[in-house]
């Protein structure tokens, strides 16, 4: 059964440290728009435990995302009640990219790498680094800017060096007891060298200086290697997640789903997020 006080804990300071362009609150829901840069900065999400959704609701929920020129995406964490899922599915929206959030204790062992350069806020040289590595549609540097930049919590850009060359990208958010991970990337020509397992490690001991005692971060279900990383690192599922999604006639996820949704899965390195 999952535990709704730690999905709303942890939903919460997600909130605060991926930002959204925009938000509309409706009935114990959270709706989020970032012009389709990420699937959680562009969902729905309930708030309130045992949220309801009806027929009437979602046909709010589609408009809001219309207007903004998306298909609506919710997601669905535990938190809502039981009975969104078969609304959802009545409605024709479709599974999509489940997903886990996973959290691991913060100890005294952790060490920052040497290598590894961080800053509180985000310069212009690492988010267009950073976007690049990433590639794709999660190439958008200006978006990734304007998202990190409206972070308040105490933060870490980080950049691990090797050769003296920036070579994998990340950051983590510190709120209430909490370091979030997030948009660990490798260079593609680097990978399986060991670098994500670096800078995570780093990220996780900023984060307890910072005065964390655990680390949070989502991964999509589906990447067995950044699993294997993760588990090696302390960190076990505390809830997961999906996201219902418009479909195509034949009944997979409609080609005019936000990029993101389509396409991130293919950015990152195996320590990718969700």
């Not at 976007?131 to 800017?145: C, E, N, P, T, V």
């Given at each position: 059964m999952t535990d709704r006080a730690?999905?709303?804990?942890?939903?919460?300071?997600?909130?605060?440290?991926?930002?959204?362009?925009e938000v509309e609150l409706a009935d114990g829901w959270l709706l989020r728009f970032a012009e389709g840069y990420s699937k959680r900065a562009n969902s729905a999400t309930a708030i309130v435990p045992g949220a309801r959704l009806d027929p009437d609701l979602l046909a709010h929920m589609r408009r809001s995302f219309d207007e903004r020129g998306l298909p609506v995406c919710v997601r669905?964490?535990?938190l809502e009640d039981e009975a969104c899922d078969a609304v959802l599915a009545g409605a024709g929206l479709v599974l999509h990219d489940?997903?886990?959030?996973?959290?691991?204790?913060?100890?005294?062992?952790?060490?920052?790498?040497p290598a590894m350069i961080v800053r509180p806020v985000a310069k212009p040289s690492w988010i267009a680094a950073a976007?690049?590595?990433?590639?794709?549609?999660?190439?958008?540097?200006?978006?990734?800017?304007r998202i990190v930049r409206q972070i308040r919590q105490p933060a870490a850009f980080a950049s691990l060096l090797l050769d003296g060359e920036a070579a994998a990208f990340g950051f983590a958010?510190?709120?209430?007891?909490?370091?979030?991970?997030?948009?660990?990337?490798?260079?593609?020509?680097?990978?399986?060298?060991?670098?994500?397992?670096r800078l995570v490690t780093g990220l996780m001991a900023w984060g307890r200086d910072a005065g964390?005692?655990?680390?949070?971060?989502q991964m999509r279900e589906a990447n067995e290697v950044a699993?294997?990383?993760?588990?090696s690192l302390g960190f076990a599922t505390a809830y997961r997640y999906t996201q219902r999604v418009p479909?195509?006639?034949?009944?997979?996820?409609?080609?005019?789903?936000?990029?993101?949704?389509?396409?991130?899965?293919?950015?990152?390195?195996?320590v990718g997020d969700a």
């Open positions: 730690t999905v709303a804990a942890l939903e919460a300071r997600l909130v605060n440290a991926w930002p959204s362009f669905l964490t535990g489940p997903s886990l959030v996973m959290v691991a204790g913060l100890d005294a062992t952790l060490a920052r790498d976007a690049a590595a990433y590639g794709g549609d999660k190439a958008d540097g200006d978006k990734l800017g958010v510190a709120e209430r007891g909490y370091v979030g991970l997030y948009d660990i990337v490798v260079a593609p020509n680097l990978r399986g060298l060991g670098l994500g397992r964390a005692t655990r680390a949070y971060l699993h294997g990383l993760y588990r479909a195509d006639d034949s009944g997979r996820v409609a080609t005019t789903a936000p990029a993101a949704i389509n396409r991130q899965d293919k950015a990152s390195e195996a």
